[in-house]
């Protein structure tokens, strides 16, 4: 696509509101373009439409118009949420109008140099743990994309204070780019999810591959050498690659040698960072996290020694294996984000007491046969909720499990609360009970925060 400022006098539809649509439309028309935001939720549940409109944008929510996607439009930037198979982004697509995505429009607008981090499981963590990275170190981050504000949003505000843009980047963002090109990428890891948006793996990869697309040698790819996508990929990546691995010990990167996280800097010289013991969140899979965002971080420049100072300090992110509470002898997890397979079974694998699994959520089409294993060596019950309800009782069934029990209603609130209490019912001291679902939220939640919200309320509030 052409610079942002190019579009001023031409017409721009952004299709979608949220956080994203609300930014990425007041930049447009600061910047002289003709734009129309359309929403198909209906007025009342956007209240972003009323800023707008004070603004002089055109807002249409409740339908999509059938003249909303014409030859005269020059751009369309569209919610990542949002399937291309929508009714006006097939008729865009048949008239040849460019789509992208808010991450685009913001890449173009900065001179900040962007770390990206993507991956299907830990890029809230990893995120958040390279922010604080590069925070403690003084050099003025600001977390910007999936997590904390929509990146146009930062650019609005033309805050002069920060240096860096450290953004958490989805599938589906990244597909929606053309020339975005981050400084640094970090792709976590691949596994099969989102296949109800992308259509097919293949689809899905290529819409995480975007994240290299772009860069050049004089930029720096951060990936996982323990994971066989990610591995393929940096065959295709120009930049400078850093792999990180808990399983193996490299030639250069960050990895795991006698229970302690090192760095080989590719010049013979082996770093000593910390002990895996002392990171001050637990889990497999939060080593994973570490090695990605210190490998990153390296790449940004911060002493190792800042880096270990925050590998110790954190304290993880909100329904990210979230401790919740105590209560009769029994400890409850708050683990909402795990919205695939498997993130659930790297939760799992992190907690050596009995568990009490509360799981299910919307249905994409997975048959979640990965997580017998892991519910046969782990879980001592199932309470189960949602549309998968059904599929996840057959995983239980085939682990064997005695306790399998079924939680319907209509109500979210309802069905979240009666899911805390059976699951307090069939825990004994000792135990942990845990929101783990293995499934996106929106069956009955509008995101996965709501549905852990809802989950500590519930816990707090057991009698």
């Not at 249409?60 to 020059?74: E, K």
């Not at 309800?389 to 609130?413: H, N, T, W």
Request: hydrophobic share 40%.
């Amino acid at each position: 696509m052409k610079h942002p400022r190019e579009y001023a006098g031409q017409q721009v539809v952004v299709l979608g509101l949220a956080r994203s649509g609300r930014a990425v439309a007041k930049l447009f028309h600061d910047l002289g373009a003709e734009v129309i935001v359309n929403d198909k939720k209906d007025r009342s549940e956007c209240p972003e439409a009323d800023e707008l409109e004070a603004l002089g944008i055109r807002v249409i929510c409740g339908y999509h118009p059938d003249d909303l996607m014409h030859n005269g439009v020059s751009l369309v930037v569209k919610n990542p949420g949002i399937p291309y198979s929508v009714p006006p982004l097939k008729r865009a697509q048949e008239l040849g109008l460019e789509i992208v995505t808010e991450v685009e429009i913001a890449w173009h607008m900065t001179d900040k140099p962007i770390i990206g981090i993507t991956g299907s499981n830990g890029k809230t963590t990893t995120t958040t743990w390279i922010y604080e990275m590069l925070r403690a170190a003084g050099l003025a981050p600001i977390a910007c994309g999936n997590i904390g504000r929509a990146m146009c949003e930062v650019i609005l505000e033309e805050q002069t204070d920060y240096r860096w843009l450290v953004s958490e980047l989805s599938s589906f963002q990244l597909k929606g780019t053309v020339h975005f090109r981050p400084y640094i990428a970090c792709l976590m890891n691949v596994s099969e999810t989102h296949l109800d948006y992308h259509g097919s793996m293949e689809d899905y990869i290529e819409s995480k591959a975007k994240l290299f697309a772009n860069q050049t040698a004089s930029d720096k790819a951060v990936l996982n050498y323990d994971d066989e996508v990610c591995r393929k990929l940096a065959a295709r990546v120009q930049a400078d690659v850093t792999f990180f691995s808990a399983l193996s010990r490299l030639d250069r990167g960050v990895f795991v040698e006698n229970g302690v996280i090192v760095y080989r800097d590719g010049q013979g010289l082996v770093h000593r960072v910390l002990p895996v013991s002392e990171l001050g969140i637990p889990g497999s899979y939060n080593a994973e996290n570490a090695l990605a965002a210190t490998a990153a971080a390296i790449g940004a420049g911060v002493p190792l020694d800042v880096i270990a100072q925050v590998l110790r300090s954190f304290r993880g992110v909100e329904h990210r294996l979230e401790y919740v509470a105590e209560k009769r002898g029994v400890k409850f997890y708050n683990n909402s984000k795990a919205t695939n397979a498997s993130a659930t079974i790297k939760a799992l694998e992190a907690i050596e007491e009995p568990i009490v699994l509360i799981a299910g959520g919307l249905d994409r089409g997975a048959e979640y046969d990965e997580l017998v294993p892991v519910l046969r060596e782990r879980v001592k019950a199932l309470v189960l909720l949602g549309q998968t309800r059904e599929k996840l009782k057959r995983a239980g069934e085939q682990a064997g499990l005695a306790s399998i029990e079924m939680v319907e209603g209509e109500q979210p609130e309802e069905v979240i609360r009666e899911a805390v209490r059976r699951a307090s019912a069939l825990a004994q001291p000792g135990d942990v009970v845990m929101l783990n679902p293995a499934c996106a939220s929106w069956d009955m939640f509008s995101s996965y925060e709501e549905r852990g919200r809802m989950f500590k309320e519930s816990v707090h509030n057991l009698e």
